[in-house]
């Protein structure tokens, strides 16, 4: 930035080098509780395709269509063992990475005290530890965002081949990481292709960027992107499109409020109004000074805030592409530069200044998901499935010759589990789809495995509502009549222990069972 916004500078007494105890609590913010929770649903889907052969690392699932590089990296990090920490450890390192990246892009726009702040907010902002805690590619995407816009830099500032060659390569990256980076790169080719009118030497190699794009979409046609303009299209063409005549300009705003700026400050929660008109007072804050100071990198984080968003949501329209909270994560890092400019805008008033970085990440802390919750009123804190303290029971009692069954959306979990040793086997039915309310097929699929067993464990995770009763009533008025004695229960997660017919109770009997069925 030029002068108006480097004239002050924070000067750290203790510090020398004060990027490291910033570097420091975002580590501190990621690794805390990192292996505390069960891996839910995704993640354990997620395992499963990394643990796969190569083939299946490359192809992606039916239930997601991911690009296959955040898989490929996890392929060969799991061999160290499934471990819950370990498998989230990556996760982590990239959310710290992205940091320090935040750091160094915001560096050559400002002086130290702004870059600073701007990673302070990365370190801290709650929608970037949680996917930093999680085994899934968010956190390599905001990454790559903070890579791309790093490199695109570059192109700005010299425009060499080397330079575009490098963006190219980046953009790539992204492109095999997740599809929803495709909208930052065409904020950022469309900003660019303005620019070559004004520097014509940049048309060849605006050009080979866009050919190096090209040729890497065409190279995931086989593993995922078949599969994924397929299913849009078929969303296109079927009953799912959500534009509407009238009110696209009113939709958008709407939606670039809710799933955008709140989530990208406060997700999951309802936060106060006067949280949200601080964020919002800051932001047009610091698009001021952005564009008072230098104007052509305010335009481009305006671009990659608003252009990049509109194309996904058009898309979104269309069925074409989700826009929804995670989705549009690539707009993060340009958020967080223009809070970071509006706060360093207040410096002069030092007060101020002072009272408004500590209450920024104060509040920022109080949003985390883990572990905030009840103490905050305004969060909601997200939904997890506690099954290892349900498997751990259920191992502790397990006799041989016991039945398992694993209801379906707890296959991939009880399965990472059971290469881990904390379950006994179990013969689960995975079918093909996601069944929900399948359930006759499912009870068909619980007395086969039941068949000439005295006990049987029902386990269930990512639970439906309704399903885990339903089965349970089923083989209870069904003959032999499975009779439940006991119920093991977690956040999201439950085990049932069944014992065939005790009593040796008829099938037109079942009101002298002594046994309730009142869970």
Not at 33 to 52: P, V, Y
Not at 110 to 116: I, K, M, N, R, Y
Request: hydrophobic share 55%; proline share 6%; with cysteine.
């Amino acid at each position: 930035m030029p002068s108006r916004l480097t004239q002050y500078a924070i000067r750290f007494t203790f510090f020398p080098y004060p990027c490291l105890p910033l570097i420091a609590l975002a580590w501190l913010a990621r690794l805390r509780g990192l292996g505390l929770h069960s891996l839910w649903l995704d993640e354990a889907l997620e395992f499963l395709r990394a643990s796969s052969n190569l083939e299946g690392v490359l192809h992606s699932r039916l239930a997601d269509l991911d690009p296959p590089l955040y898989s490929l990296i996890m392929h060969f990090w799991i061999r160290l063992g499934p471990n819950d920490f370990l498998v989230r450890f990556p996760s982590a390192a990239f959310g710290v990475l992205a940091t320090v990246l935040t750091i160094a892009w915001l560096r050559r726009h400002g002086p130290s005290g702004f870059a600073l702040l701007g990673g302070l907010i990365f370190a801290l902002a709650p929608v970037q530890v949680h996917y930093a805690q999680e085994l899934n590619q968010y956190s390599l995407v905001g990454l790559l965002a903070v890579l791309t816009l790093l490199a695109f830099d570059r192109v700005l500032e010299q425009g060499r081949w080397r330079d575009w060659g490098v963006f190219a390569l980046i953009g790539a990256l992204d492109l095999f990481t997740y599809y929803g980076l495709v909208w930052l790169l065409a904020a950022l080719v469309g900003y660019s292709g303005v620019l070559c009118f004004r520097r014509r030497d940049w048309w060849m190699r605006f050009l080979a960027c866009q050919l190096v794009f090209a040729s890497a979409a065409l190279a995931l046609l086989p593993f995922s992107l078949e599969g994924h303009i397929l299913r849009g299209l078929a969303a296109w063409t079927g009953q799912y499109a959500q534009l509407e005549r009238g009110d696209v300009l009113q939709q958008f705003v709407a939606a670039l409020h809710g799933h955008l700026i709140l989530f990208s400050v406060f997700p999951f929660s309802d936060p106060p109004t006067v949280l949200v008109a601080a964020v919002y007072a800051l932001l047009v804050l610091g698009a001021f000074a952005m564009m008072r100071g230098e104007a052509r990198q305010g335009l481009l984080l305006l671009a990659v805030l608003i252009a990049g968003p509109a194309l996904a949501f058009v898309a979104s329209g269309f069925g074409l592409y989700p826009f929804q909270g995670r989705h549009i994560l690539f707009a993060a890092p340009a958020l967080y530069a223009l809070l970071a400019a509006g706060i360093w805008a207040l410096r002069r008033f030092r007060p101020l200044y002072v009272a408004t970085v500590a209450s920024a990440a104060a509040t920022l802390i109080a949003f985390w998901t883990i572990p905030a919750g009840p103490p905050n009123p305004w969060l909601e804190v997200t939904t997890r499935e506690e099954l290892r303290p349900v498997l751990a029971q259920v191992r502790a009692q397990f006799q041989s010759g016991d039945a398992v069954y694993v209801y379906y959306a707890a296959h991939a979990a009880y399965t990472y589990y059971q290469e881990a040793g904390l379950t006994p086997p179990a013969q689960a039915f995975l079918e093909n789809g996601w069944p929900t309310g399948r359930l006759a097929a499912q009870f068909g699929n619980i007395r086969l495995t039941a068949r000439g067993q005295r006990r049987l464990w029902l386990i269930f995770a990512h639970l439906s509502d309704g399903e885990d009763s339903a089965l349970a009533e089923a083989l209870w008025l069904d003959p032999p009549r499975w009779v439940p004695v006991e119920r093991i229960e977690a956040k999201n997660a439950v085990a049932y222990l069944f014992v065939r017919n005790p009593l040796g109770l008829s099938h037109a009997d079942p009101d002298s069972c002594s046994i309730e069925l009142a869970w």
